[in-house]
């Protein structure tokens, strides 16, 4: 099946610091990515909506100058949280949509951040 | 805003029937999806319904969808330890699982 990969797992950094993630679609190109975080005992989020070559759709409440989101590639999303600060701290889980698997998300295993 | 609730927590012996239940306030819902996500691992999808449907069979897995109460469940038959993990219910209003609301989860735990 589909295959989503997340880079890093897992990350703890210093307050103020900038941190990326990535996401890939490692057997599929995906046209769309979706960037979600998650709370502890709490539903997934949608932070974010990313398409390749175009500006990403941030949802309401979230910072875009925050969140910094690029879909360079069909086959690369990157999420990067910039000046970290502890409230940041989180799971964020990208999905991958694929056009013509039955149009199905696949979601990448998240990636734990930590801010000191 | 969409408002999607499960219970938290769920225990079950192996062998037993589990039966996760879900609820969400949006009636304009198009697709209900079932997803299980284990430790380390993504979310997988395990089931959809479409809802103009009451029932969807897939093997040991069962969804049952009351639409005018919005209520949804997922029963496992014959549950195993592999099966232990959380379960997240999601509704889309479109086709094609864009713009999925989740559920909060319900951590299943399959006693030996």
């Known amino acids: 099946g589909a295959v989503v990969s997340q880079h890093p797992s897992r990350v703890i950094c210093k307050s103020g610091t900038s941190v990326k993630i990535e996401c890939r679609s490692l057997?599929?190109?995906?046209?769309?990515m979706f960037w979600y975080r998650q709370f502890p005992k709490q539903s997934l989020m949608l932070m974010a909506t990313?398409?390749?070559?175009?500006?990403?759709?941030?949802e309401q409440g979230v910072e875009k100058d925050k969140f910094l989101i690029n879909h360079a590639s069909l086959t690369l999303s990157t999420l990067t949280v910039t000046s970290a600060h502890p409230e940041d701290s989180s799971f964020y889980i990208c999905s991958a949509l694929s056009g013509y698997l039955d149009n199905e998300q696949f979601f990448g295993p998240g990636t734990r951040l930590t801010v000191l | 805003g969409e408002d999607v609730e499960q219970s938290l927590f769920l225990s079950v012996r192996e062998g037993d029937s589990s039966v996760i239940n879900c609820t969400y306030t949006d009636s304009s819902s198009t697709y209900l999806y079932w997803y299980k996500q284990e430790p380390g691992a993504g979310l997988q999808l395990l089931t959809y319904i479409f809802s103009n449907m009451d029932m969807k069979q897939d093997q040991r897995l069962t969804v049952l969808l009351n639409k005018k109460d919005k209520h949804l469940s997922l029963r496992i038959a014959d549950t195993q330890t592999g099966d232990s993990a959380i379960y997240f219910c999601?509704?889309?209003?479109?086709?094609?699982?864009?713009?999925?609301?989740f559920g909060t989860g319900t951590r299943l735990t399959v006693i030996p």
């Open positions: 990313s398409n390749e070559g175009s500006k990403a759709t941030y």
């Open positions: 999601a509704e889309s209003m479109e086709t094609g699982a864009n713009n999925l609301f």
């Open positions: 057997d599929f190109q995906a046209t769309t």
